[in-house]
Nanobody, 127 residues
Framework: HVQLVESGGGSVQTGGSLRLSCTVS????????MGWFRQIPGKEREGVGT???????TYADSVKGRFTISRDNAKNTLDLQMSNLKPEDTAVYYCAAKDTAFCAGSWSLHRTDWFTYWGQGTQVTVS
């Protein structure tokens, strides 16, 4: 059984930085496609970025150049470094996993139903 637990959310001022982490249980983590998504109340969950096992990353246009996804396969962790944060980045952030090596590029950013496992989310507030 795979479990994902996010941490690192909080409040930050515009222009500030924040680092989110996701710890994944399961022995096959290094083979998973991992993603970060976010959701504002009343809106659909949207993709922030993905990282596959090689690791190759894909980002949403809205966060390119500001957010960086990384993974540590030895520690079963996934990180999201967020810089130059804007009020529109305020959302609940979720990490997600799919038990496949490839993330299928930007396609998977728009397919929350493709990901198998989800964390409980962590709030990020930018003011």
């Amino acid at each position: 059984h795979v479990q994902l637990v996010e941490s690192g959310g909080g409040s930050v001022q515009t222009g500030g930085s924040l680092r989110l982490s996701c710890t994944v249980s399961g022995q096959l983590y290094s083979y998973y496609c991992m993603g970060w998504f976010r959701q504002i109340p009343g809106k659909e969950r949207e993709g922030v970025g993905t990282i596959d096992r090689y690791p190759s990353t894909t980002y949403a246009d809205s966060v390119k150049g500001r957010f960086t996804i990384s993974r540590d396969n030895a520690k079963n962790t996934l990180d999201l470094q967020m810089s130059n944060l804007k009020p529109e980045d305020t959302a609940v952030y979720y990490c997600a996993a799919k038990d496949t090596a490839f993330c299928a590029g930007s396609w998977s950013l728009h397919r929350t139903d493709w990901f198998t496992y989800w964390g409980q989310g962590t709030q990020v507030t930018v003011s």
